[in-house]
């Protein structure tokens, strides 16, 4: 933006006189945007059925209002703004993969698949909640701070399985991602309300084992704990189609480590507890440097606990590196997996490439994804 303290202070003024005096610029979306500045514009989380019961197609509110929420104040951001910016740009793709969910497929599209009647609403109802995050989000963001639009997004899902698959390592990775932006606020509020928004997730999670793989709702004494939440969410760039998200948005996520992806490569067999992986860096352009001089270190995290694994730089990537899934974990929930250069990986700098998470839950549905497809 070329004119950065100058828009805040004409958008201030705008709120005193109620006069639009948009820069020439700004277009009608970005008018109707600004508009949710006012946290009590629209209908609220917690009071409207919008974020329950709204069974139509087209975007509740907010998610149909896509554009950047301009600052509307001067000053410094909050001590937590980066956090709740974070937060808000992954909703946006959450809220996104839902509403594609349900336009793509109808009812009977579920239904043939051999799935439950109830599921369209069900991903309907799922869909209206995570808008109600998207406005939650926005109304955690200060005044001083832009509030980030969406982007578009793709995914690779061509039929009601695989996209039931993929809702289901959403899910599951955004409940592990949480436990480690939980973390991050300096305000306990807003650490309240990231529990809070948690726990929405896991409900949607546990519909999803009971009543679409028909497995074992429960997790096991603990969810996965992944400290570094950024690097989740890093991964979920992979899902934003390039260029497209408004110029305005900050960074996503910041800070950006920009670390090598991890996978398990195509030789693996399996991914519960017990069994041998290789490890896979995906992207081509962004590969890991290992030192001869580093011992380095698959590390597992699962429930409250992380295990690690030496493991053999010194024939990469010439031979393949194999490791094995720590045998004493219980085969529930997920396993966040990545490679650094200390034990216990004890800062995010001393991660090196990752994270991957690994499904564990149910566990056939994790083999099948591994082979490139899901079935029932
Ligand atoms: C978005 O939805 C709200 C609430 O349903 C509605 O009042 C508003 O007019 C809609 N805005 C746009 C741009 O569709
Ligand atoms: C690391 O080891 C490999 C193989 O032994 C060798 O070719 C390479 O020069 C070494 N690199 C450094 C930086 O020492
Ligand atoms: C991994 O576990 C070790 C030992 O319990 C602990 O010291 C370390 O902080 C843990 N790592 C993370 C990132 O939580």
């Not at 650490?191 to 928004?197: Q, S, Y």
């Not at 290992?290 to 493991?311: D, K, R």
């Not at 998470?357 to 490139?372: C, D, F, R, S």
Request: glycine letters at 8%; charged letters at 15%; aromatic letters at 10%.
């Amino acid at each position: 933006m070329r004119s950065q303290p100058i828009l805040p202070l004409l958008l201030a003024i705008r709120a005193a006189t109620a006069t639009p005096l948009y820069p020439f610029r700004f277009s009608p979306e970005y008018a109707e945007a600004q508009k949710l500045a006012d946290p009590t514009y629209g209908p609220i989380p917690g009071e409207s059925d919008i974020y329950n019961t709204y069974w139509g197609l087209d975007r509740p509110f907010p998610g149909n209002i896509s554009g950047p929420i301009f600052p509307t104040e001067c000053g410094p951001p909050g001590v937590d703004d980066w956090t709740w910016q974070n937060l808000l740009s992954a909703e946006w793709l959450i809220f996104e993969f839902y509403q594609q969910g349900v336009e793509r497929f109808s009812p009977e599209d579920f239904v043939a698949a051999g799935l439950p009647e109830t599921t369209h609403r069900r991903l309907l109802e799922i869909r209206n909640n995570e808008a109600g995050h998207l406005r939650i989000f926005q109304n955690q963001i200060s005044p001083t701070s832009v509030k980030p639009g969406s982007c578009k997004y793709a995914f690779p899902f061509t039929e009601p399985i695989g996209y039931l698959a993929l809702m289901t390592v959403l899910e599951i990775s955004s409940m592990a991602f949480l436990t480690g932006l939980v973390q991050q606020p300096e305000i306990a509020a807003g650490r309240g309300a990231m529990l809070a928004i948690a726990e929405v997730e896991t409900r949607h999670e546990v519909w999803a084992l009971m009543d679409i793989w028909k497995a074992n709702p429960f997790g096991g004494p603990s969810d996965t704990i992944f400290p570094y939440a950024n690097e989740v969410l890093d991964s979920t760039n992979a899902f934003i189609v390039p260029g497209s998200c408004p110029p305005e948005n900050p960074e996503f996520p910041h800070p950006r480590q920009r670390l090598p992806g991890l996978s398990a490569g195509k030789d693996t067999a399996s991914l519960t507890p017990g069994s041998k992986i290789s490890l896979d860096f995906p992207d081509p352009n962004n590969q890991p440097i290992f030192n001869n001089h580093t011992v380095y270190y698959a590390v597992f995290f699962h429930g409250v606990l992380n295990v690690s694994v030496p493991i053999d730089t010194s024939k990469w990537p010439q031979e393949e590196m194999w490791v094995t899934i720590p045998e004493a974990f219980e085969t529930k929930g997920v396993i966040v997996a990545c490679v650094a250069d200390l034990p216990g990986a004890p800062t995010k700098e001393n991660i090196v490439a990752g994270p991957a998470v690994i499904l564990e839950q149910p566990a056939k549905l994790a083999t099948a994804l591994l082979h490139g497809g899901a079935e029932k």
